[in-house]
C-alpha cells in the first residue's frame, strides 16, 4: 500500500496538504523588481561616475606624462607656463586629514565608550543627539569658524608666526566635524555587543574600564574601524573648510602654519572658473577626481579587508 493512499484513509479521504503555492503572488514579483531596480541604480551610479571620469583623464594624459603628474613638485596647470605635478596637492589633503584624524579618531572613540558604558540611559539620551548636531552644521560655517575664530583668537597668541590661511585650523575644525561621525557609529558598534560579554568581564573581577578597553572595544572593533574609515573619507572629501581656512595656493611643505591647497579645494576653485571644455585646464580637474577617487577606494579596499578580519557575529 502506498503512502499516498495511507494519508488519504488518516484524513478522512482527503489528500494531504500542499505547501505548494496554489497561484503567483505577482506583487512579490513586484517588490523584487523595485529591489533589484534600486541596486541597480548604485551600480549604474557608480560606473556613471568612473566614465565621466575616466575619458577626460585618458585625454589629459595624452598630453601631460603620468610620472610628471605623480611626482612633479610644481602644480600651476592655469598659468601661461603650467606645471602638473600633483605633489603639493597630495601633500596637502594628507596633511590636513592628518590633522583632523588626531582631532577625530581618540575624542570620537573617547566620547562613544563613555556613553556605551559610563553615561546613564538619560544621559546617553541627552548628549547624543546634541553630539550629532555637529554634523548637521553646514560646512561652510566651519570654514569661517576656523578662519575667524580658531586663527584669529586661538592659534594666534600661541603661533605668532602662523598665516591667516593655514592648515592647521582648517585640520582642527574638519576634526571637530567628524567627531559625531565616529562617535556616533562606534557607539551603535558597541551597543551590539552582547551584554553576556560585559558580564562575564566583570564576574571575572575585571574593573568598568577593563570591560570597556579590553572587552567591549576589541569585539566592537570591526564597526569602529568602519567609523574610522567611513570619517577619513569624509575628511579627505571635504571641500569648504579647507577651501575657507585652508587658502588656495599650492604648498609642498609639512609647515602646518602655513596655507595649502588640497585636492577637492582645487577641484571647486577651478571649477567655478572659465575653463573651456576640452582644454588642459579643464582636464586637470578630472585628472585631481581621479587621483582622489583612487586614493579613496585603495582606502576602502584596505578597510573592508581589515573589517572582514576581525569581524565578530554573535547570535
Do not use: H
Not at 117 to 143: C, D, M, N, Q, S
Amino acid at each position: 500500500m502506498s503512502a499516498s493512499s495511507v494519508a488519504t484513509r488518516k484524513d478522512g479521504g482527503n489528500p494531504p496538504p500542499s505547501f505548494r503555492q496554489s497561484s503567483p503572488r505577482y506583487g512579490e514579483k513586484v517588490i523584487g523588481g523595485l529591489l533589484m531596480a534600486a541596486a541597480a541604480v548604485s551600480i549604474l551610479t557608480t560606473v556613471g561616475i568612473i566614465w565621466s571620469l575616466l575619458v577626460p583623464t585618458i585625454e589629459f594624459f595624452s598630453n601631460v606624462p603620468i610620472t610628471d603628474f605623480l611626482f612633479g613638485t610644481q602644480w600651476s596647470p592655469l598659468f601661461a607656463d603650467p606645471e602638473f605635478g600633483v605633489l603639493p596637492l597630495v601633500a596637502g589633503t594628507l596633511v590636513i586629514t592628518g590633522i583632523a584624524c588626531l582631532v577625530a579618531l581618540p575624542l570620537g572613540l573617547l566620547s562613544a565608550i563613555y556613553l556605551s558604558e559610563y553615561a546613564k540611559p538619560k544621559t546617553r539620551a541627552t548628549i547624543k543627539p546634541i553630539l550629532e548636531i555637529l554634523a548637521g552644521v553646514p560646512t561652510v560655517i566651519f570654514g569661517f569658524f576656523a578662519l575667524e575664530f580658531v586663527t584669529q583668537v586661538v592659534l594666534k597668541p600661541i603661533f605668532p608666526s602662523i598665516q591667516v590661511f593655514n592648515a592647521l585650523s582648517a585640520g582642527l575644525v574638519m576634526g571637530v566635524m567628524i567627531i559625531p561621525t565616529v562617535a556616533s557609529l562606534s557607539e551603535d558598534a558597541m551597543a551590539a555587543v552582547p551584554r553576556g560579554l560585559r558580564e562575564g568581564g566583570f564576574a571575572l573581577g575585571s574593573t568598568k574600564r577593563q570591560v570597556a578597553l579590553k572587552v567591549v572595544v576589541p569585539a566592537a572593533l570591526s564597526g569602529i574601524v568602519a567609523a574610522f574609515v567611513l570619517a577619513i573619507s569624509r575628511a579627505i572629501g571635504e571641500t569648504m573648510i579647507v577651501a575657507v581656512a585652508a587658502g588656495l595656493q599650492p604648498n609642498l611643505s609639512l609647515n602646518v602654519l602655513e596655507g595649502m591647497q588640497t585636492m577637492t579645494s582645487f577641484i571647486a576653485a577651478a571649477g567655478a572658473g572659465d575653463q573651456a571644455t576640452g582644454s588642459i585646464g579643464y582636464q586637470t580637474i578630472f585628472a585631481v577626481g581621479a587621483l582622489l577617487f583612487v586614493m579613496t577606494f585603495i582606502m576602502n579596499m584596505f578597510s573592508i579587508r581589515l573589517v572582514r578580519k576581525y569581524r565578530e557575529v554573535y547570535e
